[in-house]
């Protein structure tokens, strides 16, 4: 026999004690009466003795059965031995809701959402539920939730849950709540033995259920449980055209206004790329979509900007798009630095979550460069006396408009309040550098700065390295000695990638690099992945490698494997917080003619305008994976509505954030430490419809099953689509049996008159030692 | 009990002198001699009687003297005028030997009614410290009343209290200390032990020589078996008995209402009992054992009487009196 409620069942029984321990104390109670006549009373006590003891009893069974008799009426037993009483054991039904972001899609014609209409079936599924069934509920908004998990029978919070539930904006995790599922399906002797549905609610859109991923086998060992899926739309049939806005570019991650107000920088707008893309059965038929892309500060309502408009024109067949607007950037205020967010949208169509795309860019009035290096006196010896670090100095601000300010740092006066404040730093005399200062420049990297390192011109033995590659931890074995060319070698225009650091000037690239030789090298040869090699030359060997902060953190990890927890999907996330630029050759014209050349000023700026805004690390993530916080903080704070996130120590959130929208990061003492913003999954908003027979055989999967489509899509005995018109007809097993709890209440009734009965009838006599 | 009248058919004030027999009043006079004095009055007064009629000493008759009479006894005057030995015969003496046995095992401490309550504002405890009007009190007042009562007859009066044996005792004797040895004997409190009424008549037997009229003043809580033997063998020497039987009301009602451990005063234990459960059966074992007792004493000819200690002491005292000249008058017959 099961319970509905142990607990009380328990709870009851154990208040049987409080009749018997009164029994017990009874004696205690009261003073004794002294009497003269007392071999009398024993007399009588004697002849009445048996009759006497046989009432005592009676009447203590009577009270020990009424509280017996609540506690199972409370606890609502259920007879499972079928002879007994009509119905059998209780059934079990997981319910795995679709709330991600494909659930927000709204309906033609009804206007209802996805979700509404998925709620509507759970809730008339939970409803059918008899007392002795239990109801289970995971939410598919990934990663999945389990939010009832093992199967409660109290059906009431169950259905409160399900009505409480809305739409989220990350992608749905079919797989992991199946694997939910069936671990709690498959946890226990008592669970297994119990007939168990899983009922999935879904759209099974493109976005929803990637068929193309085979779903783990996690009701594979669980062969009485059968599932009941809502059947996808008819590929024939029509269905809604969702046009998403799946990413905003900046040109630069950092926008620079060189202090000039906003007002006066009419003209200078930053170039914005804008991707769009349709899902749905509607891509076949051409389209017009209204495009605007506003740039706004941190915190400032977007409304307040108006931004640039655009209209994208829609080819039938096309499914992206990518649009060019120009957007005024923001001031940097006071401080000299600041974040914007740009914002693009798109006018409302079915799908409203994947409308918006936010991006943060950083605003700062100049990047603040320091160059670690000894200071000259004096002015003697002409251009080929100049020192790597004079070198790095013009070619960092080579006008007095440039919006990059250059700060010398004495190598013995480098400390963390020197670094402080900078975007990037130059290490040209790397020799002069102790552990210490590596220590700090590891620091400063990983607090999301750009160092670049190049070798000393005058060294002849190089030991610095070692210092540098163990405080970074670098994938790197950079040689002792340096590497003459004879005759020189030239820049290969091929190395540049296009996305890298330098793809700005890179069409520009083969011109500047033409007349450019390297006649020394440091330690090309010995460079190994996993950096990347911005530029190199023609022998083959580097002349610029970078490493990310994920890169080192991997390295440092030793394992393989791409992307982390972010990974980089749709080109979003960064690649971590600090980057590490190494040099092979000294800017020094006895290593190299470069310092001499055109592209000395481009590659050093563009180096450091990219390279800054890269080492600072993405502020922006999808929803449903953990998201990058700015270094430094320790809580997300919402705009708007929502909970806080905590940030974990690895800077990344403790739990996956599921709703979009901008976050305020603040540090343990609530000061503000930068701006992120969350996207939609537009993949997993893709609103495409599915063939109903390849998502039976997806779902088939999850049983262990060889994937083969469903004959014609109709039901057979694991796996079945839900009947519109009877949701439960295919729930596994039968209504619970008739619950107890009515006839032991009657039956307490009986007995609470009975000990009325018996205690005004009986007594309590008994002799004491 | 019967009501006492407290006014006059003139409406002053009635003197009943029966009030002073009442348990209340009693218990509002310190000294157990004032008690006794009070009830005494009380009683003759009451029946209206001299308590000092019939109190004198006969010349009977006169008979040959034969060898071996005492010579003391010999009228001379008849020797002189006849020259002829006679012995001059007195009718008996007419006072008698009164032996009180009174009982103060540990049930004659009970009482239900608190002294307070009986004896009105003032007093909250007996002589005995006990704070209630117990069998023992009511048992001693009757006896120093008997006592009280005999000694101004010219009667011998001498004393045991008991429980399982004689505790104390005074000899017989009228002489003038004996009534204060009397109530310094009935000052004694009771003592946890039960009573043996058997062993006690044994000892008492042993110390009287002639008849006497015993009076035993106990609740006969023992034996009814032991008990008739006693009285066999009391029988068996020609003494003669009043039973006063002193019971509580309570016991004789017990109507507790609330369950309540009940512990004996004679060591008997403890039993925790719900009284409405055990009164039914408790009234028959108790009425059967009062009937058993007086039936007992009157299967031997003796008085009985059954005294409350919530009752005045007016019938026991006329039965005491009734049964003492009883007793003179089969004397003097006999």
């Not at chain 1, 059934?91 to 927000?104: C, E, K, N, P, Q």
């Not at chain 1, 096309?318 to 000299?336: L, M, N, R, W």
């Not at chain 2, 007419?94 to 009482?111: A, E, I, K």
Request: proline share 5%.
């Amino acid at each position: 026999m099961s319970f509905v409620h142990p607990i009380l069942l328990w709870a009851g029984l154990a208040s049987i004690a409080i009749p018997i321990a009164i029994h017990l104390l009874m004696s205690q109670r009261r003073r004794p009466v002294e009497w003269g006549a007392m071999r009398f009373l024993i007399e009588a006590y004697r002849k009445q003795k048996q009759r006497l003891r046989v009432e005592q009893l009676l009447l203590l069974l009577a009270r020990c059965l009424l509280l017996a008799a609540l506690a199972a009426a409370l606890g609502r037993p259920m007879l499972e031995s079928a002879g007994l009483l009509a119905g059998g054991a209780g059934r079990t039904v997981y319910i795995l809701l679709d709330d991600s972001v494909a659930s927000g899609v709204v309906r033609e014609g009804s206007g209802e959402s996805a979700l509404a209409e998925h709620k509507r079936r759970a809730l008339e599924i939970v409803s059918s539920l008899g007392p002795s069934d239990r109801a289970g509920l995971i939410l598919l908004g990934g990663p999945a939730r389990a939010v009832v998990s093992p199967a409660s029978p109290d059906l009431a919070a169950v259905r409160r849950l399900i009505e409480e539930a809305s739409s989220t904006d990350a992608a749905a995790d079919l797989a992991g709540a199946l694997e939910a599922a069936g671990a709690a399906l498959g946890a226990s002797d008592e669970e297994r033995s119990r007939p168990a549905s899983v009922v999935v609610l879904s759209d099974f859109t493109v976005g929803s259920a990637d068929v193309s991923r085979p779903l783990p086998a996690a009701l594979g060992e669980l062969p009485g449980v059968r599932v009941l899926a809502s059947r996808p739309a008819e590929a024939g049939s029509a269905g809604v055209v969702n046009v998403q806005v799946t990413a905003i570019e900046p040109l630069r991650p950092v926008v620079l206004t060189g202090g000039v107000a906003e007002e006066q920088r009419l003209g200078e707008r930053e170039q914005v790329r804008v991707v769009l893309r349709r899902t749905g059965p509607g891509v076949a038929e051409g389209g017009v979509t209204s495009l605007r892309v506003r740039g706004a500060e941190a915190g400032a309502p977007i409304e307040g900007s108006l931004g640039s408009q655009a209209s994208v024109r829609w080819q039938p067949g096309q499914a992206e798009a990518t649009v060019s607007v120009q957007v005024d950037p923001v001031s940097a205020g006071g401080e000299g630095a600041a974040s914007m967010i740009l914002t693009a949208e798109i006018d409302r169509d079915a799908l409203a979550a994947d409308n918006v795309h936010r991006r943060v860019v950083g605003v700062r009035d100049a990047l603040r460069v320091g160059v670690i290096a000894r200071g000259r006196f004096g002015s003697e010896g002409g251009i080929t006396a100049l020192s790597a670090a004079d070198w790095i100095r013009l070619a960092l601000r080579p006008t007095a408009g440039t919006p990059i300010e250059v700060v010398d740092i004495e190598p013995a006066a480098l400390d963390g309040a020197a670094l402080a404040g900078l975007e990037a730093a130059f290490a040209p005399a790397p020799d002069l550098l102790r552990d210490e200062d590596w220590t700090r420049l590891a620091r400063f990297v990983e607090g999301g700065g750009l160092l670049v390192v190049s070798p000393p011109a005058d060294a002849s033995v190089h030991l610095w390295s070692d210092g540098m590659i163990r405080a970074l931890g670098l994938p790197w074995r950079v040689a002792r000695e340096a590497r003459t060319i004879e005759g020189g070698v030239g820049v290969d225009e091929a190395s540049v990638e296009a996305s890298g650091l330098l793809s700005l000037i890179a069409a520009e690239l083969p011109s500047l690099a033409r007349p450019v030789s390297v006649f020394r090298q440091l330690g090309a040869e010995s460079i190994e992945a996993p950096g990347r090699v911005l530029l190199g030359l023609r022998d083959g060997s580097a002349l610029a490698v970078a490493v990310s902060g994920a890169e080192r953190a991997l390295e440092g990890a030793g394992s393989g494997g791409s992307g982390g927890a972010g990974g980089s999907r749709g080109g979003e996330r960064g690649a971590g917080r600090g980057l590490v630029v190494y040099l092979t050759s000294a800017p020094v014209l006895s290593w190299t003619d470069l310092p001499a050349k055109p592209l000395m000023v481009p590659l050093v700026q563009e180096l450091v305008r990219q390279g800054a805004g890269a080492a600072a690390g993405s502020s922006s993530g999808l929803a449903g994976r953990p998201v990058e916080a700015p270094a430094r903080s320790r809580l997300l704070r919402p705009v708007g509505e929502g909970a806080e996130i905590v940030v974990g120590d690895g800077g990344v959130t403790a739990e996956a954030v599921r709703r979009a929208g901008v976050w305020l990061a603040t540090d343990e003492s609530g000061r503000a430490r930068g701006v992120v913003t969350v996207n939609a999954d537009a993949d997993g908003a893709r609103t495409g419809v599915q063939d109903p027979g390849a998502v039976g055989a997806w779902l088939r999967g999850a049983m262990g099953e060889a994937a083969g489509e469903m004959a014609g899509g109709t039901a057979d005995e694991r796996l079945a689509w839900l009947d519109d018109a009877q949701p439960t007809a295919g729930l596994s097993g039968r209504e619970g049996g008739s619950p107890l709890a009515l006839p032991l209440l009657i039956a307490a009734a009986v007995l609470a008159v009975a000990e009325l009965v018996m205690a005004r009838f009986f007594s309590h006599a008994w002799r004491e030692a | 009990m019967a009501e006492v009248p407290t006014t006059s058919a003139a409406g002053h004030p009635a003197v009943d002198a029966t009030l002073y027999l009442h348990p209340q009043t009693l218990a509002r006079l310190g000294t157990l001699e004032l008690r006794a004095k009070m009830i005494v009055e009380g009683v003759m007064s009451g029946m209206h009687r001299s308590p000092y009629k019939g109190f004198s000493v006969e010349f009977a008759q006169h008979r040959p003297y034969v060898k071996g009479d005492d010579i003391r006894h010999l009228d001379w005057k008849v020797y002189g005028r006849s020259d002829k030995l006679y012995l001059k015969q007195y009718e008996q003496e007419t006072s008698l030997d009164l032996v009180l046995l009174v009982d103060c095992s540990g049930s004659m401490r009970y009482g239900s009614r608190s002294f307070e309550d009986a004896s009105g504002a003032g007093r909250k405890s007996g002589p005995s410290g006990l704070a209630n009007w117990t069998k023992y009190d009511h048992a001693t007042a009757t006896a120093a009343a008997f006592a009280y009562m005999a000694l101004r007859q010219g009667d011998r009066v001498g004393l045991g209290i008991y429980a399982d044996s004689l505790v104390d005792a005074a000899d017989r004797s009228s002489a003038q200390g004996q009534w204060r040895r009397i109530i310094s004997i009935l000052a004694h409190h009771p003592v946890g032990r039960p009573s043996d009424i058997g062993h006690v008549i044994d000892q008492t037997l042993g110390k009287l020589t002639n008849r006497c009229l015993i009076a035993i003043i106990s609740d006969f809580f023992e034996d009814p078996a032991r008990l008739r033997t006693a009285l066999a063998r009391i029988k068996h020497r020609q003494h003669d008995v009043i039973l006063c039987q002193v019971v509580d009301r309570r016991e004789q009602t017990f109507d507790f209402s609330e369950s309540a451990p009940f512990e004996g005063l004679e060591g008997e234990g403890r039993l925790r009992v719900d009284p409405r459960a055990l009164r039914k059966a408790y009234l028959e074992v108790f009425g059967a054992h009062l009937e058993r007792v007086e039936k007992t004493a009157r299967s031997f000819g003796f008085d009985y009487q059954l005294a409350s200690t919530h009752d005045w002491l007016g019938p026991p005292l006329a039965g005491f009196v009734a049964r003492r000249n009883a007793v003179l008058k089969r004397s003097k017959s006999g």
